[in-house]
């Protein structure tokens, strides 16, 4: 894989992040109930939406939220979701995405990066622990609450 580039999610590249496709099974992963149920909390400022770009394709999206006042400690700085292409998986797309999530949580004075996620044969579960996060807690839906330490 070539270089990779993350850039700000925006009209010139949403439409090739809508087009990322999944390996077979990894569609109900996408959203854990409890991202879901927490959507509404999110607001324009605190969302921290990026694509990864190989060359002249998207091949990845990230959103995260920063909001040191959220009421909730594991939706404080998380990532709410990650979504890498399914030919581009293995590559270190999703690593490059992460770190540099990261990175920004730690320039915003945040010291940890939480993740929700769902268990399961297909899902992201083994992804997150190779990248460090630990478990540290279930979610009110039964989610698996990681987080990453920085």
């Known amino acids: 894989m070539t ?12 439409s090739q992040a809508n087009r990322l ?7 109900e992963f996408l959203q854990p109930e409890g991202y879901a149920a927490m959507e509404g909390l999110v607001t324009p400022d605190s969302t921290w939406a990026k694509v990864v770009r190989a060359d002249d394709r998207v091949v990845a999206f990230v959103r995260a939220n920063f909001d040191p006042e959220q009421p909730r400690e594991e939706f404080r700085s998380i990532l709410w979701r990650i979504h890498v292409d399914a ?14 999530l990261a990175d920004e949580a730690r320039s915003r004075g945040f010291d ?3 993740v929700l996620w769902e268990r399961g044969d297909d899902g992201p579960e083994h992804f997150f622990l190779h990248l460090g996060f630990t478990p540290v807690g279930e979610g009110e839906f ?9």
């Open 21 to 27: 496709t999944l390996k077979p099974g990894q569609a």
């Open 87 to 100: 030919d581009s998986q293995g590559r270190g797309v999703g690593r490059f995405a992460v770190r540099a």
């Open 3 to 14: 270089e990779l580039q993350l850039e700000d999610l925006g009209p010139e590249n949403a």
């Open 112 to 114: 940890r990066v939480t």
């Open 142 to 150: 039964g989610d698996v609450v990681g987080e990453l330490r920085l």
